[in-house]
């Protein structure tokens, strides 16, 4: 789903969606000549109504990629624990964020 500046990709693999955030920090956050990239990754329940999807783990998502500074990625402790990344390493361990609309807390690995 395309929104103005902003991008919603389903994957259904965590792995695959780790994998794809750094691939984007890597091929588009590292380009002087674009804009940088923040990124937000989370495994949960949504639903899909016509071609969109709703529920928390989308809304839990978008607040990642909103706290993510430029060209950096926030997961999920969520998706990491599912993703079993093999090649993927984060900056540091995870951090306890306070998300706006979310009334507890995320824990999220950071990737740069």
């Known amino acids: 789903k395309s929104m103005g500046d902003g991008v919603m990709i389903w994957i259904g693999d965590a792995g695959e969606a780790v994998a794809l955030a750094s691939?984007?920090?890597r091929l588009v956050g590292g380009r002087p000549d674009l804009l940088p990239v923040r990124v937000g990754v989370h495994t949960g329940?949504?639903?899909?109504?016509?071609?969109?999807?709703?529920?928390?783990?989308?809304?839990?998502?978008?607040?990642?990629?909103?706290q993510a500074k430029p060209n950096e990625a926030l997961v999920s402790e969520a998706t990491w624990a599912m993703a079993r990344c093999e090649f993927t390493r984060p900056v540091e361990g995870p951090r306890d964020l306070a998300l706006r609309g979310l009334e507890h807390r995320v824990a999220a690995w950071r990737l740069a």
Do not use: E, I, S, T
């Open 23 to 25: 691939a984007a920090l």
């Open 45 to 66: 329940p949504a639903v899909r109504r016509g071609g969109d999807w709703y529920g928390r783990a989308v809304n839990v998502a978008a607040r990642l990629a909103d």
